[in-house]
């Protein structure tokens, strides 16, 4: 029990933090994560969920994002290209984060990748429109999965636990990109979040599965 709660204070104390990319107009962006959307038969499917952390000037009411199959400026030439992925535009979101779902056959299309696993796409953000040089892009490559990387970082540690506690109270919010049920009861709880706390202090007495 001792052990428990002490992984429980653990997962709440630690946080996380990502690279932040400042835009000409004053958008921030942090953590970039990517996951395979989980369908209602619980198996992944071929969309692909992206989580932006950001930081918006005071001022801001909306935002617009576009994702470009290459370093294109501007949507009208991205659509001329057949580069334009995904283009939406938000109401400033009130937990600085901005989740979407990206198809994999426009990523496919607009990148000319074989796979979506190492297609590189760029990621443009602007408080009222993208079409800006001065709007440095965000360069991302879609790599294969891990287990136990919930979060899309390339690493498993603690961040993942709490990714994973996150998720079982706001699956909405916090999307995940495998099947998480690492404990083996056949249902996904806050059991298996303390588990893959254990697995990065005791990796060996706490496998994962393969």
């Keep these: 029990m001792k052990k428990n709660g002490f992984l429980m204070f653990v997962m709440v104390a630690v946080l996380c933090f990502g690279t932040v990319v400042c835009f000409a107009d004053g958008v921030t962006v942090g953590t970039v994560s990517f996951a395979n959307r989980i369908g209602p038969d619980g198996n992944p499917t071929d969309d692909i969920v992206m989580t932006m ?12 994002l576009c994702v470009f199959g290459d370093d294109i400026t501007d949507v009208e030439t991205a659509q001329q290209s057949n580069k334009l992925i995904h283009i939406d535009q938000f109401d400033a979101p009130r937990d600085n984060k901005l989740i979407v779902t990206l198809s994999k056959a ?18 443009r953000l602007g ?40 998720y079982t109270f706001f699956p909405d919010d916090y999307p995940v990109n495998q099947d998480c049920d690492f404990d083996g009861d056949g249902q996904v709880t806050d059991s298996d979040a303390i588990y893959l706390m254990y697995y990065t202090f005791f990796p060996d007495d706490y496998p994962l599965p393969e």
């Design 53 to 64: 952390g950001i930081d918006m000037p005071a001022n801001t009411n909306q935002i617009t």
């Design 106 to 123: 426009a990523i496919l299309s607009a990148t000319g990748a074989s796979d979506a696993d190492g297609a590189t796409i760029y990621v």
């Design 127 to 166: 408080a009222d429109t993208v079409d800006s040089p001065e709007n440095e892009a965000v360069v991302i490559s879609l790599s294969s999965v891990k287990t136990g990387d919930i979060d899309g970082d390339s690493r498993i540690n603690d961040s993942d636990a709490i990714y994973l506690m996150y």
